[in-house]
């Protein structure tokens, strides 16, 4: 009687705790286009759209990266079935800057935003997974380049 009632209970937790990352890919991919089409008054992240209409986009974050007092953009999105790239839009001054490429997780992909050392620019952490191998990365903007600066098993889940 015990054991099935803390079986019922570790059933349950375990679909509490699951339950907000969606079944499988495409689950994933459906939230992804519903974050993508939420914010459409992003004017940084709308020149993304206007310049790369063939990439699906997976997920986005905008903040001021570069300490400019203007919203920037991260864009993790597809360019291919088995691969996922990453990139920056800064707004500058002089108009839309898009930063280099860098290598963004197959799946269960996050962004956090994180003023790691207290002084500008923010860094920001990129995570995710490719089947069971999970890596993450802080990032930082550094003369408009995207530079890695320290991360963990990304190379396994890009």
Known sequence: MK???SWKLVL????????????GEK???????????????SEVFQHFKRQNPER???KWAGADLNNDGREDCIVLYRTSKDK???RVVLDLESGYFD????????SDQVIQLRDIDKKPP???IVQGAKGVKMGFAVFRI?????????????????
Not at 15 to 21: I, N, R
Not at 27 to 41: C, F, Q, V
Not at 99 to 106: I, R
Not at 142 to 158: A, K
């Open 3 to 5: 054991w099935r009632r």
């Open 12 to 23: 349950c937790f375990i679909m509490v705790c699951l339950a907000p990352f969606g079944c």
């Open 27 to 41: 689950g994933n991919e459906e939230k992804a286009a519903r974050k993508a089409d939420a914010l459409p008054h």
């Open 56 to 58: 699906d986009v997976i």
């Open 84 to 86: 996922n790239m990453m």
């Open 99 to 106: 930063t280099n490429e860098v290598p963004a997780p197959h």
């Open 122 to 124: 923010m860094e920001f």
């Open 142 to 158: 550094e003369e408009n380049r995207l530079v890695d600066l320290f991360g963990e098993g990304m190379e396994d889940c890009c």
